[in-house]
């Protein structure tokens, strides 16, 4: 068991704890200098069932990250410290998802120069169009790339993630040209039945 505050991803195969809330995301908590590269950040507990394939997804090509929960409007303070630290502490990517009035990224965005990447949660109200929109908005000047929205927009902001981390490290690089050449070689392979 990983605590939420925790780094995951040393152990591919490890299956990431639900965020337990507000109380266990201190910024400073639980992390050496530097060994955290992607921070993945949620509104709510209840946004964990599509941002752990996020997780998962970021633990599949072994890259350092931290879940949390964060919320806009219910820790406004926290989201202040998490953002401002979050350079001097190392990440290199902000993963935020969010619902509703999804203002987690844009706020995050504001308080750092570390890219953010927000993933609108399907919400029941709306069907995450209000996600969508709150997120993708942005005014010009300080940008939150937008993902589609739930499972598939949690999984390729991972990818995204990896894609930016992959930059300087060609292992990473290596393996991500794996993953797309598996995932093409698998639609090559298919035979449609009847
Ligand atoms: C947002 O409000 C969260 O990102 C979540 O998607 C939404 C609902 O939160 P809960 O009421 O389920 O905690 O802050």
């Known amino acids: 068991m990983m605590p939420a ?10 299956e990431p ?5 507000a109380a266990s995301a201190d910024p400073s908590a639980g992390q050496g200098a530097g060994s955290v590269l992607v921070g993945v ?30 919320s ?9 410290e998490y953002a401002r630290s979050a350079e001097s502490r ?4 902000i993963v935020a998802g969010a619902g ?8 995050l965005a504001s308080h750092t120069i570390v890219p953010v990447i927000g993933v609108p949660i399907l919400s029941r109200a709306l069907n995450g169009i209000d996600s969508l929109l709150s997120i993708v ?9 937008t993902m589609a929205i739930g499972e598939a ?39 449609l039945g009847g």
């Open 17 to 21: 704890d639900p965020p337990k809330g």
């Open 5 to 14: 505050s925790m780094a995951a991803g040393s152990d591919p195969g490890s």
């Open 41 to 70: 950040v949620m509104g709510s507990d209840s946004d964990w069932a599509t941002m752990r394939r996020c997780s998962e997804v970021l633990a599949d090509f072994g890259v350092a990250h931290e879940c949390r929960v964060v």
């Open 100 to 107: 509703g009035a999804a203002h987690l990224p844009g706020m």
């Open 153 to 191: 927009g949690a999984a390729n902001a991972a990818l995204l993630a990896v894609a930016m981390l992959a930059r300087r490290d060609p292992e990473l690089a290596g393996r991500l040209t794996a993953y797309r050449a598996a995932r093409a070689e698998q639609v090559r392979a298919t035979e």
């Open 137 to 145: 908005q942005m005014p010009s000047g300080v940008p939150v790339a």
């Open 90 to 93: 190392g990440l290199q990517v």
């Open 72 to 80: 806009a409007h219910r820790t406004p303070e926290l989201l202040t």
